[in-house]
Each structure stands twice: as C-alpha cells, then as structure tokens.
C-alpha cells in the first residue's frame, strides 16, 4: 500500500497538480459595486439573511479565492449567495433579473477560466449547500446536488459495488462537468458523462423550476448534454444512470524520455481499441511532464479497467515500454481518493486542439511542445504538461444509438484530444504563458489542419479562455442550442447578465 501510495504521488507529480517551486498568494481587491449589484444583494440579505456572505466576513475568503482550484479564478464578488434550496435559488434569479444585476455561478470551482465562476464586484451564486445524493432502491440510478464532488458519488456508490461516468479525478465537481460533457475512465463502454444523466432539476433565468427529462422538455434535455453551464439556468439536480463495477484493476506506470513516442504511439492505440458489444470499459489518464529543474520529460499513465483482471489487458501495449508499473485491484472510489487535486496551487492555463488518432503526428506535436517548453523554462513555478486525452469510436456510439444524442455531435472515429496545461506563479507572467501556450497550439494546429488530420472538436473542460468550443460543434446544433436558450430563457438573463466562460454567444 505504501508503494502503491508512493508510486500514485509520483505520478501525480508528474501530472500538472505539482506545487509550484515559490510560494503564492493571491490578492484580493474590493471593487465597489454598480447599482444594479448593490440591489441585487440588498434584496438577497433582506430574503435569505443567513445566506449571504459579503466582504470582509469570515466566510469571504472561503467563498471567492479558497473555493478555487486555479489562482486566476480568485476574483471580489459584491457578494456570495449560498442557497439551500431550488426555492432559493428562484428567488435569487427573479432578484437579479429584477436588479439587472450580473452574476456567476460556481459548483466544483474546478473551471480554470477566470470569471466562469466567480466575478469581480457582481453576485456569485455558490452552490456548496446542494450536497444531497440518494441512491435509488434498485440503485441503477443517483440523484446528486451540484454541491457535490465525483469522489462523493463514488463513495455513495461504493457499497452497492456500482459506479457512475463522471471525474477521473477526485475532487472535480459534479455540475461543471457534467453540463460540459464528460471525460471517464469508462467512456470507451458508457458514452460521456453527459450521455448518462436521465434528468435534470432546472431552476430557469426567471426563476421558474422545470424538470428536463427525454420526455418533458426534451429540448432542454437534449442543450443540457454538452452545451455548457452558464446557459439556460442552474441545475439543481442531477439524477444519474449507474454501472456495476464492484472491483476496478488500476496500473499506474512510469515513463523516461526516450519511451515518450511509445507511450503516445500506446495511447493512439488505445483510442482505437473498439470492441464493439464485448467491450472492457476501461481509460486512463495520460501525462507527458517537464522537470525544470532536470530539464527532462517523463510521462505517466493512470489507467482503470473493469473487472479485477490482473495485468489489466486493456493497457498491454503501456506495459511492455514502461520503465515502472503497478497494478491493483480496488474500487473505484478507491483510486479515486488517491488523486486530489487542491485548490489554489498555481495559475494555470489550458489549451486545446483536436486529430484524428495518428501516431506520427501526435509525436511531432509533442516534440514541437518539448522544444517550446524551453523558451519559457525561465518562467517562476513553471509547470508544464502535455495531456492527450482519447476519444473511441465507441465512446461517440453511444450518443448516435440512444435516440437522444448529444450537442457534440461526434462521429464514431478515433480522436486524440492534445493539450498543453500549464501552471506558473505570477501574475506577471500571465501574459507570456497564455500568448505561448495560444501561438503553439495554434501554429500546431495550422499544420494538422494542411495535413487535414486536424478535427475542430473543442472541449470546454481542455479549453484556454479565447477558445471557441461551439465553433466546433455541428452548425445545425448550435442553432438548436440557441433556440432552446432563446425559448428558456427569453429575456436573456444568461446572455446578458452571467457572461463569463463559455457562452453561446447572443
Ligand atoms: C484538475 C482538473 C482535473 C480535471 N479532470 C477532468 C476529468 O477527468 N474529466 C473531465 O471531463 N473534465 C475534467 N476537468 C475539467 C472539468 O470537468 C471542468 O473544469 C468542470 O467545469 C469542473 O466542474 P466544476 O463543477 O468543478 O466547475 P465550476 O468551475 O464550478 O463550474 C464550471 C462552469 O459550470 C457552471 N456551473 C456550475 N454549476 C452549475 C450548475 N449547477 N448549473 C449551471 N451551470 C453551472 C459554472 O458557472 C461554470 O461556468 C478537470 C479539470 C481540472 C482543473
């Protein structure tokens, strides 16, 4: 167990969520507030006096820096809104409609962009309290509050040997990810998170409540999968399908840099592998690391599979390069525990681009990476990593067969989401990492796109802040989203005033 425990560290290490070298503290200006921010959290402290946190309090801090996992997103609301209820929660938005007041919404906190879940001198609605989850008596289902974490719904799901499709890691919040799509370790099997959610409660721009379902308010069912937060209300509850899984075979293995292109060579195969009805629900979670201090790369796998199989055969092709490996057999609650990821560490910055799954070229991109990596290695705290992330044919199947599908819109083919995540210290490099990591991926992309290997697929969960996800989904989608925003929230409460993140634009 201490193996595994050291080993898991490592590895985590190697994944972005390392401490930067110098210590970081985050300042936190008050702005004062427009009138409209003024009304509005007036009339929230005479409504819900016990809910509101304003600056200054003991609670202030707690709620607009500590609640975030990437120092940027630290921002001054005017104040902080903590309901306990659906009610609540529509009595919030008639006020701010009223008021014209701006506002954000937070879940997990987990967002890297700032301002899609905090706000500098407007409302935040936080929605720690909505922490309820209930598994049902059959317990093919869950129903969770957007306060909660993925770790508590596996743990809530643990006892009856069942999992549900949401973080690979544990401390990323239910809401934000669910509503953005859904990266599991079981996609390959089960589809996104996105595709597994049977309803939502929906408090709407105006306050009313709906519940969306495949058969009442299909079309806001249909935007709520992919679509993105921030768009056409607050969920208040999710009610989730659930898997058996009673026992997960996990390996964790240890790359050097000369088995990098192998590694990346095993993790285009794997995007591939598609077994059609006899598939092993199985994923990972794959790193390549720069070590600034040794000026070195080394990647890792986090790999989950289904069953207590021992080695895990979904990750052959990891085994045979790598220089250290692990295997177990746990749950999932489990591995899951082990991968934390604490709030404010660093400032950190996404970025994305999408190919078809092509070893050679997933290659170059990481060579051009690891060349790039070296003219910002100067930067304080730097931090830098490059994630691909797998799309399966049969992970997209799933939305193209369930009759309902989802606002990506995937084709069944192999895809390999590349992503530069990097963290720094200061704000004073803020500028510099965000240009770079932009012009790169960017320049990178121009080239597959020439080769035309290159997808336009954006995932909002991958994505730097300039980024367009919507640009990349289907044309006919995006109208069909902004028809369902238009009939739910017709006076633009969403468009106008909740604005950071990704919006669909007006
Ligand atoms: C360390 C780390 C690991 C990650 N791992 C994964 C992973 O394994 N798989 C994956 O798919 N993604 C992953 N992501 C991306 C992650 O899914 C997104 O950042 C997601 O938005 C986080 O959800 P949250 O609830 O913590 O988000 P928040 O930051 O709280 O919210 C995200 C957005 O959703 C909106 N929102 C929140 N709650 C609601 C609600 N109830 N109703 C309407 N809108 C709402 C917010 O306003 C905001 O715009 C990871 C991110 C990080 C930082």
Same mark, same amino acid.
């Given at each position: 167990m201490k193996y595994l425990a050291q080993l898991v560290g490592t590895a985590i290490a190697i994944l972005t969520y390392a401490t930067?070298?110098?210590?970081?503290?985050?300042?936190?200006?008050?702005?004062?507030?427009?009138?409209?921010?003024?009304?509005?959290?007036?009339?929230?402290?005479?409504?819900?006096?016990?809910?509101?946190?304003?600056?200054?309090?003991?609670?202030y801090t707690t709620q607009a820096t500590d609640s975030y996992w990437d120092i940027r997103a630290a921002l001054s609301p005017a104040c902080v809104f903590l309901?306990?209820?659906?009610?609540?929660?529509?009595?919030?938005?008639?006020?701010?409609?009223?008021?014209?007041?701006?506002?954000?919404?937070?879940?997990?906190?987990?967002?890297?962009?700032?301002?899609?879940?905090?706000?500098?001198?407007?409302?935040?609605?936080?929605?720690d309290n909505f922490n309820q989850i209930t598994v049902t008596n059959s317990s093919n289902t869950v129903a969770v509050g957007p306060g909660q974490t993925w770790y508590d719904v596996y743990s809530a799901l643990d006892p009856y040997g069942r999992v549900a499709v949401g973080g690979r890691l544990k401390t990323i919040g239910v809401p934000g990810l669910t509503l953005i799509g859904g990266f599991h370790y079981f996609n390959n099997k089960y589809g996104f998170a996105m595709d597994n959610v049977i309803s939502y409660d929906v408090v709407l721009g105006n306050g009313t409540q709906v519940t969306a379902t495949r058969s009442s308010h299909g079309e806001l069912f249909w935007a709520l999968k992919g679509g993105g937060g921030n768009n056409f209300g607050i969920v208040t509850r999710f009610v989730l399908r659930t898997f058996e899984a009673p026992r997960v075979t996990t390996t964790i293995q240890v790359f050097n840099e000369s088995a990098v292109p192998g590694f990346l060579s095993a993790?285009?195969? #794997? @995007?591939? +592998? &598609?077994?059609?009805?006899?598939?092993?629900?199985?994923?990972? =979670?794959?790193?390549?690391?720069y070590n600034t201090t040794t000026k070195s790369v080394s990647a890792s796998l986090l790999g989950v599979q289904e069953g207590a199989s021992m080695p895990p055969s979904q990750f052959a092709n990891f085994s045979s390069i790598s220089t250290v490996a692990r295997n177990n057999v746990t749950t999932l609650k489990e591995? #899951? @525990?082990? +991968? &934390?990821?604490?709030?404010?560490?660093?400032?950190?910055?996404? =970025?994305?681009?999408?190919?078809?799954?092509?070893?050679?070229?997933?290659?170059?991109?990481y060579e051009a990476w690891r060349e790039a990596v070296e003219q910002i290695s100067d930067v304080e705290g730097l931090s830098p990593t490059f994630v691909p992330n797998v799309i399966s044919p049969a992970a997209a199947r799933v939305a193209k067969s369930n009759g309902i599908g989802n606002v990506w819109g995937l084709e069944e083919e192999p895809l390999i989401i590349w992503q530069f995540s990097t963290g720094w210290a200061h704000a004073r490099d803020d500028l510099r990492v965000e240009s770079w990591s932009r012009l790169l991926s960017e320049r990178l992309h121009a080239i597959n796109q020439?080769?035309?290997?290159?997808?336009?697929?954006?995932?909002?969960?991958?994505?730097?802040?300039?980024?367009?996800?919507?640009?990349?989904?289907?044309?006919?989608?995006?109208?069909?989203?902004?028809?369902?925003?238009?009939?739910?929230?017709?006076?633009?409460?969403?468009?106008?005033?909740?604005?950071g993140g990704f919006t669909l634009s007006v």
């Open positions: 930067p070298s110098t210590a970081v503290t985050s300042q936190v200006e008050y702005v004062t507030p427009p009138k409209e921010v003024s009304c509005a959290c007036r009339k929230l402290a005479l409504a819900s006096p016990r809910r509101i946190v304003l600056p200054g309090s003991n609670n309901p306990n209820s659906a009610d609540e929660i529509s009595t919030a938005m008639r006020i701010i409609g009223s008021c014209d007041a701006p506002f954000a919404v937070r879940g997990g906190g987990h967002m890297n962009i700032p301002g899609s879940n905090n706000i500098d001198g407007g409302v935040l609605l936080a929605l993790v285009v195969e #794997a @995007a591939k +592998l &598609d077994d059609g009805e006899d598939t092993i629900a199985a994923g990972m =979670v794959a790193t390549v690391t591995f #899951a @525990a082990t +991968l &934390d990821t604490p709030m404010q560490m660093f400032r950190i910055v996404f =970025v994305h681009k999408t190919i078809k799954a092509d070893a050679e070229a997933l290659i170059s991109i020439e080769k035309g290997i290159a997808s336009e697929f954006i995932y909002m969960g991958d994505a730097g802040e300039w980024q367009d996800p919507f640009a990349g989904f289907p044309e006919e989608n995006v109208a069909r989203l902004k028809t369902v925003q238009r009939s739910y929230d017709p006076s633009g409460v969403f468009t106008r005033l909740n604005w």
